[in-house]
């Protein structure tokens, strides 16, 4: 496992992941989406597992699920298990939020 560190303090993590925004970013040899949610940041990967769709143009529920943009499947943001489709479960990474940046485990 590897551990990367986005920003430099807390403020800066919170600037750059506006509300239910998400984000899209290189980590090493990986892409990964990010998301704010209430108190929580979710770290997952960028494409659907169904079709491949790109999940940043996807939309976040109020039960923390990304639901991806092409066939609406769900998947829930804390463990990647998919709630509604049929398709293996989203690839999803351990976050923490530090005061010199966010962690992220992959
Ligand atoms: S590509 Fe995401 S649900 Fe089909």
Same mark, same amino acid.
């Given at each position: 496992?590897?551990?990367?560190?986005?920003?430099?303090?807390?403020k800066q993590v919170e600037e750059m992941l506006p509300? @239910?925004?998400?984000?899209?970013?290189?980590l090493g040899a990986k892409?990964?989406?990010m998301v704010k949610s209430g108190q929580e940041i979710f770290a997952f990967e960028p494409q659907c597992p169904h079709r491949m769709a @790109?999940?940043?143009e996807g939309k976040i529920n109020g039960f923390n699920e990304i639901i991806c943009p092409l066939h609406?499947?769900?998947?829930?943001?804390e463990t990647g298990q998919v709630k509604s489709g049929d398709c293996r479960?989203?690839?999803v990474y351990k976050t923490e939020?530090?005061?010199?940046?966010?962690?992220?485990?992959?």
């Open positions: 496992m590897k551990t990367f560190t986005l920003g430099q303090s807390r509300e @239910a925004q998400i984000k899209t970013v290189q892409k990964v989406c @790109a999940l940043n609406e499947y769900r998947f829930d943001l479960d989203l690839e939020l530090t005061e010199q940046g966010l962690k992220i485990f992959i």
